[in-house]
């Protein structure tokens, strides 16, 4: 069975190969496409990280994905509004539905952008009693103005780590972006877009494998022992 290429100029379409679900579901497998929410970390109308976020997307649906795209337009940032704030909503509701997620920032000042980091602190350890991101696959990518930098890639691993997502090891760096994206928007191309293909398939690898497992893989003794001792003290209360 061959992927619909026909939104993808740049693909191989001969070495695009349909991911195996078989061969990577688990027993508790939802059964439904993954999941993939895409965050991107610039409000610029030109927008190289939107239009690699888009790029990501596009290529994500012809894996088999769900994908949605989060706009952070008008998004308050965190303390500036409370959390009945619609974007801030939208942007959680999101994060609950995804089974996996794609952050790609601009690098600015050798880090990632204010807008990024903004939308990843409005996204909580835990709500309502379910932490929204923990054992939730993680892809990161940058794109720079100037010579290839793995800054903020490097600092988007380290806020995967702490929201307790699975990270996958591949990752896309894009400099020069100016020169890597057509008028339309469209990545050319080039090594650079073959390696933005490369994170996409190991994304839904990687998401395939992990949502059915999820719950087992981040079962934690530490949380075990302390929910044992909430649970006797609550019984053994003197009266």
């Given amino acids: 069975m061959s992927l619909d290429t026909s939104k993808l100029p740049a693909i191989d379409a ?3 190969h349909p991911i195996d679900v078989r061969a990577l579901a688990g027993p508790g497998d939802p059964g439904h496409p993954p999941r993939i929410l895409v965050l991107y970390g610039s ?3 030109r927008s190289y990280s939107r239009f690699l976020a888009e790029e990501a997307g596009r290529l994500l649906e012809a894996l088999g994905c769900e994908v949605r795209t989060f706009d ?3 998004l308050p940032l965190p303390d500036e509004a409370n959390a009945e704030h619609p974007k801030v909503v939208m942007l959680r509701e999101l994060a609950m539905w995804s089974e996996g997620m794609v952050w790609v920032s601009p690098e600015r000042h050798g880090a990632m952008t204010a807008v990024m980091k903004a939308q990843i602190d409005w996204l909580p350890l835990a709500l309502g009693g379910v932490r929204p991101t923990q054992g939730k696959t993680l892809a990161v990518m940058e794109v720079s103005g100037g010579s290839q930098s793995f800054n903020a890639v490097n600092q988007l691993r380290i806020l995967g780590r702490w929201m307790r997502m699975v990270t996958i090891p591949n990752q896309s760096s894009v400099p020069k972006a100016f020169n890597e994206f057509d008028d339309t928007g469209r990545m050319r191309a080039s090594p650079l877009y073959q390696r933005v293909v490369d994170v996409c398939e190991e994304l839904t690898k990687f998401t395939l494998m992990v949502r059915g497992r999820s719950e087992y893989l981040t079962a934690r003794y530490s949380e ?3 929910s ?5 003290a609550r019984v053994n209360q003197s009266t």
């Fill in 14 to 16: 001969d070495e695009l």
């Fill in 224 to 226: 075990r022992v302390e």
């Fill in 72 to 74: 952070p337009t008008d």
């Fill in 228 to 232: 044992a001792e909430a649970l006797s």
């Fill in 43 to 45: 409000l610029r109308e």
